[in-house]
């Protein structure tokens, strides 16, 4: 979902096994997990369903890989595109033209897994002007998670001698950059990081507490503590003497490309699998999500890893590839008003197959899972609206959808 073309694509996956969605491996059928009762996606089309249609017909994008809003009090949405530029235009389906909010193509590296890969705007964006993304770069490969201010919350355009980096990290290969980046209800800013690359984690990073990547990080970035930001007070390894990053909040993870909040304030993550299996968490402080010693809950490799596996949090959800599911694209649980059947339910997608799935959290297991949608396209991305509607970026066609009910 990452490369100048699908095919390109589609070849990279091949290549690595699949990436975080785009990056990533799918999902669907046989789905097989030890929380809940597998069921055909297809049978229930029937029981629950949904359809998606052009939110902005008269819109097309290059490579959207983000959609969300900024909540300033406007009625703005903006998109990601993947070469490095955003987007920004009148959330209403009429809009016939999208301004470049942002520009920093000569910042970025793109193509493939690489590029533009998230944005989120500062809780306080109205007042501060403050947002955030998260791209990759070359010479030397990096990833960069840096700041951009707006001189007010109502401009079209952003200056991108704005930026202020927060921090970055070598890359040792060009797949598996993960790339999302989001506040929680509890005002931090975190951050999705793959493991590095190539395939199977060659460097075993996924388990390296020393290491940036196969991670989800945690920062303040009303801090000042490390230059730009600060380690939260209860960051899993605060303060350690082993070496181990402060900002790391969980870890043990192959290539997290979405990651999201729910009502409740669990984050989701949905993790790209290796050959097998793709799979969905709930991440948790501190929590180890076993990549590379598992993928999902098969044994992958345990090798150098002296670990309890008993200490491994298994997913929440997982599938195989067996009926051509293999990039899973992780969601959002819906709270909207316009489909009320999914509310409280995780609706995420397959990369490759296109298919988009309502699963139904109970606590922290997963009782149903059901096809809503046979067909969405080359699903990159899932984003909200200031309703709390839900969008899917095309990364195919350029277009941006919206789920709707049937």
Same mark, same amino acid.
């Given at each position: 979902?990452?490369?100048?073309?699908?095919?390109?694509?589609?070849?990279?996956?091949?290549?690595?096994?699949?990436?975080?969605?785009?990056?990533?491996?799918?999902?669907?059928?046989?789905?097989?997990?030890?929380?809940?009762?597998?069921?055909?996606?297809?049978?229930?089309?029937?029981?629950?369903?949904?359809?998606?249609?052009?939110?902005?017909?008269?819109?097309?994008?290059?490579?959207?890989?983000?959609?969300?809003?900024?909540?300033?009090?406007?009625?703005?949405?903006?998109?990601?595109?993947?070469?490095?530029?955003?987007?920004?235009?009148?959330?209403?389906?009429?809009?016939?033209?999208?301004?470049?909010?942002?520009?920093?193509?000569?910042?970025?590296?793109?193509?493939?897994?690489?590029?533009?890969?998230?944005?989120?705007?500062?809780?306080?964006?109205?007042?501060?002007?403050?947002?955030?993304?998260?791209?990759?770069?070359?010479?030397?490969?990096?990833?960069?998670?840096?700041?951009?201010?707006?001189?007010?919350?109502?401009?079209?355009?952003?200056?991108?001698?704005?930026?202020?980096?927060?921090?970055?990290?070598?890359?040792?290969?060009?797949?598996?950059?993960?790339?999302?980046?989001?506040?929680?209800?509890?005002?931090?800013?975190?951050?999705?990081?793959?493991?590095?690359?190539?395939?199977?984690?060659?460097?075993?990073?996924?388990?390296?507490?020393?290491?940036?990547?196969?991670?989800?990080?945690?920062?303040?970035?009303?801090?000042?503590?490390?230059?730009?930001?600060?380690?939260?007070?209860?960051?899993?390894?605060?303060?350690?003497?082993?070496?181990?990053?402060?900002?790391?909040?969980?870890?043990?993870?192959?290539?997290?490309?979405?990651?999201?909040?729910?009502?409740?304030?669990?984050?989701?993550?949905?993790?790209?699998?290796? $050959?097998?299996?793709?799979?969905?968490?709930?991440?948790?402080?501190?929590?180890?999500?076993?990549?590379?010693?598992?993928?999902?809950?098969?044994?992958?490799?345990?090798?150098? $890893?002296?670990? $309890?596996?008993?200490?491994?949090?298994?997913?929440?959800?997982?599938?195989?590839?067996?009926?051509?599911?293999?990039?899973?694209?992780?969601?959002?649980?819906?709270?909207?008003?316009?489909?009320?059947?999914?509310?409280?339910?995780?609706?995420?997608?397959?990369?490759?197959?296109?298919?988009?799935?309502?699963?139904?959290?109970?606590?922290?297991?997963?009782?149903?899972?059901?096809?809503?949608?046979?067909?969405?396209?080359?699903?990159?991305?899932?984003?909200?609206?200031?309703?709390?509607?839900?969008?899917?970026?095309?990364?195919?066609?350029?277009?941006?959808?919206?789920?709707?009910?049937?």
């Amino acid at each position: 979902m990452f490369s100048k073309t699908i095919i390109a694509l589609i070849v990279s996956l091949a290549a690595t096994s699949g990436f975080a969605w785009f990056v990533a491996s799918a999902c669907q059928s046989t789905q097989q997990s030890s929380t809940m009762t597998p069921d055909s996606s297809g049978s229930n089309m029937g029981t629950l369903s949904a359809k998606v249609v052009n939110a902005y017909p008269k819109l097309t994008f290059s490579s959207p890989v983000d959609y969300t809003y900024a909540n300033d009090g406007t009625n703005r949405v903006f998109v990601v595109e993947q070469e490095g530029r955003i987007r920004v235009f009148e959330n209403d389906a009429n809009t016939a033209s999208a301004g470049v909010y942002l520009d920093i193509r000569n910042k970025v590296a793109s193509g493939g897994e690489m590029g533009l890969l998230g944005l989120a705007f500062h809780p306080n964006f109205k007042q501060n002007g403050f947002f955030y993304v998260n791209y990759t770069k070359d010479n030397p490969r990096e990833t960069v998670v840096s700041r951009f201010k707006a001189q007010s919350s109502g401009v079209l355009q952003v200056d991108p001698a704005s930026e202020v980096v927060l921090f970055k990290f070598g890359q040792p290969y060009a797949n598996h950059n993960g790339g999302k980046v989001l506040f929680g209800p509890d005002g931090y800013l975190y951050v999705s990081t793959g493991d590095g690359g190539s395939g199977g984690d060659p460097q075993n990073n996924g388990q390296n507490r020393s290491s940036w990547l196969g991670k989800i990080l945690r920062v303040d970035v009303n801090s000042t503590e490390k230059g730009q930001y600060g380690i939260p007070a209860d960051n899993p390894f605060k303060g350690n003497s082993s070496g181990y990053r402060e900002e790391i909040f969980a870890y043990g993870l192959r290539n997290p490309w979405r990651i999201s909040f729910d009502p409740q304030g669990r984050l989701w993550a949905g993790d790209v699998g290796q $050959n097998k299996i793709e799979e969905i968490d709930i991440v948790t402080k501190g929590g180890n999500y076993g990549w590379r010693i598992k993928e999902a809950n098969a044994d992958y490799n345990a090798k150098d $890893n002296n670990v $309890n596996v008993a200490d491994l949090i298994a997913p929440i959800w997982q599938y195989t590839h067996d009926n051509g599911d293999v990039s899973i694209t992780g969601g959002v649980v819906y709270r909207g008003a316009a489909n009320p059947a999914l509310s409280g339910k995780y609706i995420y997608a397959d990369y490759a197959s296109g298919r988009v799935w309502a699963l139904t959290p109970v606590g922290n297991k997963a009782s149903t899972n059901q096809a809503i949608v046979s067909q969405a396209g080359s699903i990159s991305a899932f984003g909200e609206d200031s309703k709390n509607e839900l969008y899917l970026c095309d990364y195919g066609s350029g277009k941006i959808l919206k789920l709707v009910g049937n």
